[in-house]
């Protein structure tokens, strides 16, 4: 959560803005806004071009020299989306965002623009099947407040690009981490009780299924780290039946 306490912190810091400063900026984008969300909403724009539309529009608004880099050469036509993603870096963020946005927007990637926070089920469902979602939550970015309370509307767009990186690439075993997610769904229901319960499990098991993309590995050990610190059962076939 970037925004705590006045404090901004986090991988996107230098293109986080003051929560103070949210509204004035939507006032002066308002206009741009509503029409991306319009062109999308009527099929004009797809949610990969919304992004890309969104990205300019922002960084260009808050970072005022150099928003776009190119090394040493210069800044191939905004217009030419594929090649603009292909070839230029992000200012201020991790180039991961401009990765997965740039292999969203040609097709590789089943990433999904939504206008919702999911809830973690959800998240679960989607990723089981190999699909990452994206939000844009167009409410808070009109007008200029915090999504969540955590992060700006833009900032919580870039954050989703980013865990679809780790979710999608190669060495992150995507198969496997889709496998996880399927079991995880699969026995879902067998963990209500003990998800009604335990708030703090409850909050593990949350983040486990929605907000984590890691190596398979990783994701479960991180399961059987905070079943065993619940107390939690492993179950096998012969615990379900």
Request: net charge negative; glycine share 4%; with cysteine.
């Amino acid at each position: 959560m970037p925004h705590e306490s006045g404090r901004i912190y986090g991988s996107f810091k230098k293109i986080c803005i003051p929560e103070s400063m949210l509204l004035d900026e939507a006032i002066a984008i308002r206009t741009q806004l509503f029409q991306i969300k319009s062109n999308w909403e009527n099929g004009i724009l797809t949610g990969s071009e919304v992004t890309y539309q969104l990205v300019l529009l922002y960084l260009e608004k808050r970072v005022k020299r150099h928003p776009f880099l190119r090394m040493g050469q210069k800044l191939p036509n905004r217009n030419s989306s594929k090649e603009f993603l292909e070839v230029v870096r992000f200012y201020g963020m991790p180039d991961t965002v401009r990765y997965a946005l740039w292999k969203w927007h040609i097709g590789e990637w089943n990433i999904q623009l939504i206008d919702f926070n999911p809830s973690s089920l959800e998240m679960l469902e989607s990723q089981s099947k190999g699909i990452r979602y994206a939000t844009i939550s167009w409410d808070h970015a009109l007008m200029g407040t915090l999504v969540e309370g955590k992060r700006d509307a833009f900032e919580h767009l870039l954050h989703d690009l980013a865990h679809a990186y780790m979710f999608f690439r190669e060495d992150y075993d995507f198969d496997g981490q889709k496998k996880f997610f399927q079991s995880m769904l699969d026995d879902y229901e067998e963990y209500l009780i003990y998800l009604e319960k335990d708030n703090t499990f409850k909050e593990k098991f949350e983040y486990c299924i929605s907000d984590m993309n890691s190596h398979p590995a990783h994701l479960s050990a991180y399961w059987n780290a905070i079943r065993k610190e619940a107390g939690v059962p492993i179950l096998t076939a012969e615990t379900k039946n």
